[in-house]
């Protein structure tokens, strides 16, 4: 039973580092919050929901990756592309903060506010398997292994492709990068692209391990992954992976011994003590230090 939370606590985690890594990823880069990310995030349910009605689940997967990157530019483009100034970051963040409040009210329009269960899925998915006296789902390890690849192509493109190296360039020194010719406009939108992707991805994984889409999940899974963000340090890719991962196998044995009513607030305790103790977070060098970004 003990092994079956802490399986259970790292699927929990692996989601929410998918969320926490796009958030910071647009933190190091622009050093803005973007707050259409939990809505994105909640689309990517609505959009597995849609692509199950007709297609097999990889299509669904490949639809929520496209169709989230694309929502990730439009909000660039929308909310962003005219606040680029350091003064302008209070404003970038409300125009996102509308944008969201605009996705959830079109969901709101189409589906309504209660929760709509997925088409059933039959298949491998729902088969299970034992490992020393405890039974696990393969959705699970599903879940696990499209994160891990995930964060395994995501740090191969970082650390050793072109468009990686003009990230990092942008996050540590922007104005440096221009004068050496990265375009600048062209990272930033891949930097969105990619942060929506994968939180559309994480969207619907959350919705196949629940059954259901709904629109106030966003809301929940977005603050806890913000939160997360500040324990592993603002802008650390590393700090967000393991802090989310950390956060999930805590909240789930706090259940496992019957704390379940703590386990909700684990996030905010974690996060309060993290910032008494270590302002900078479990992995960033120093408060927002350009150096530990990204």
Do not use: C
Not at 46 to 74: D, N, R
Not at 166 to 187: D, F, K, W, Y
Not at 209 to 223: M, P
Not at 231 to 236: E, R, T, V
């Amino acid at each position: 039973m003990l092994l079956g939370q802490i399986l259970n606590g790292l699927v929990s985690g692996a989601m929410y580092a998918l969320v926490a890594i796009g958030f910071t990823l647009i933190v190091g880069v622009l050093d803005k919050l973007n707050f259409t990310h939990p809505e994105v995030f909640m689309l990517g349910g609505f959009i597995g929901l849609v692509s199950l009605t007709y297609l097999p689940l990889e299509w669904a997967f490949i639809f929520a990756f496209l169709i989230g990157g694309l929502l990730g530019l439009f909000t660039e483009f929308v909310a962003f592309r005219r606040f680029q100034s350091a003064d302008s970051r209070i404003t970038a963040a409300l125009s996102s903060l509308a944008l969201g409040l605009v996705f959830i009210d079109l969901v709101h329009k189409f589906w309504g506010n209660e929760n709509v269960p997925l088409p059933p899925q039959t298949g491998w998915l729902t088969e299970t398997f034992e490992i020393a006296g405890v039974r696990f789902l393969n959705l699970q390890l599903m879940v696990l292994g499209v994160t891990l690849a995930l964060m395994i192509g995501l740090h191969f493109l970082i650390h050793h492709m072109k468009i990686g190296r003009q990230i990092r360039a942008v996050a540590e020194a922007p104005t440096s990068a221009t004068l050496l010719g990265v375009n600048v406009l062209r990272v930033k939108q891949a930097v969105f692209f990619i942060s929506s992707a994968l939180a559309a991805i994480a969207g619907l994984l959350l919705a196949l391990r629940s059954d259901a889409v709904g629109s106030e999940i966003g809301l929940t899974f977005g603050l806890k992954a913000m939160a997360i963000m500040a324990i592993g340090g603002m802008g650390d890719l590393r700090g967000a992976v393991l802090a989310a991962l950390l956060i999930g196998v805590i909240e789930a044995l706090m259940f496992y011994f019957g704390w379940g009513r703590l386990g909700e607030m684990t996030v905010w305790l974690a996060m309060i003590l993290i910032l008494l103790l270590r302002p900078a977070g479990l992995f960033a060098g120093g408060l927002h230090s350009r150096e530990q970004r990204v």
